[in-house]
């Protein structure tokens, strides 16, 4: 059964329609010389003004790239201590260790990775629960695109990365 052929009782039931609050926009980062598009959706209903998405995006995109930052070893380890868990922090450190290792033997990847800045190209987030946040950002480091995966939980009143995956 095609998309065009279903009443709308069914694509509801298929999860193309929800009542649930998406949020789109743009931001700026220093780097960039373009608008940043923004995508925010949630699991559960919750409203979020367009200051509160511009800071979550903009926080996301600094967290992605300071940890990428980590891994190439421009950055030391302990400027991300308040934003990420401690474990976190030395899962980017064994990363950066290995990557250390990894780019001595190959000179022109060193090249391509390590000397140019991280610039933040899409960021796309899901509100998982009022605790939880998923958030993946395109970054561009020279004419290279690298994902980064952020799992982000409310603790107190911040909200501290858990998770950073990079590749």
Same mark, same amino acid.
């Given at each position: 059964?095609?998309?065009?052929?279903?009443?709308s009782?069914?694509?509801?039931?298929?999860?193309?329609t929800?009542?649930?609050p998406?949020?789109?926009g743009?931001?700026?980062?220093?780097?960039?010389?373009?608008?940043?598009?923004?995508?925010?959706?949630?699991?559960?209903?919750?409203?979020?003004s367009?200051?509160?998405c511009r800071?979550?995006a903009?926080?996301?995109?600094r967290?992605?790239?300071?940890?990428?930052?980590?891994?190439?070893?421009r950055?030391?380890?302990?400027?991300?201590?308040?934003?990420l868990?401690?474990?976190?922090?030395?899962?980017?450190?064994?990363?950066?260790?290995?990557?250390?290792?990894?780019?001595?033997?190959?000179?022109?990847?060193?090249?391509?990775?390590?000397?140019?800045?991280?610039v933040?190209?899409l960021v796309?987030? /899901? +509100? $998982?629960?009022?605790? @939880?946040?998923e958030?993946? *950002?395109?970054l561009?480091?020279g004419k290279?695109?690298?994902?980064? /995966? +952020? $799992?982000?939980?409310? @603790?107190?009143?911040?909200? *501290?990365?858990?998770?950073?995956?990079?590749?």
């Amino acid at each position: 059964m095609n998309r065009q052929t279903m009443t709308s009782k069914q694509t509801a039931a298929m999860g193309a329609t929800s009542g649930l609050p998406s949020y789109d926009g743009s931001i700026r980062v220093e780097l960039s010389n373009r608008p940043i598009p923004y995508h925010i959706s949630c699991c559960y209903p919750a409203t979020m003004s367009e200051a509160e998405c511009r800071r979550f995006a903009l926080a996301s995109c600094r967290i992605a790239c300071m940890c990428l930052d980590v891994v190439r070893g421009r950055t030391p380890p302990q400027k991300l201590q308040r934003a990420l868990s401690g474990p976190c922090v030395q899962r980017l450190e064994t990363m950066s260790y290995l990557l250390e290792n990894h780019l001595r033997t190959h000179k022109e990847l060193k090249a391509k990775l390590c000397y140019l800045p991280a610039v933040p190209m899409l960021v796309y987030g /899901t +509100l $998982v629960s009022p605790e @939880t946040t998923e958030i993946v *950002i395109s970054l561009g480091v020279g004419k290279t695109s690298y994902w980064v /995966t +952020l $799992v982000l939980r409310r @603790t107190g009143s911040r909200w *501290i990365c858990t998770t950073a995956d990079l590749g």
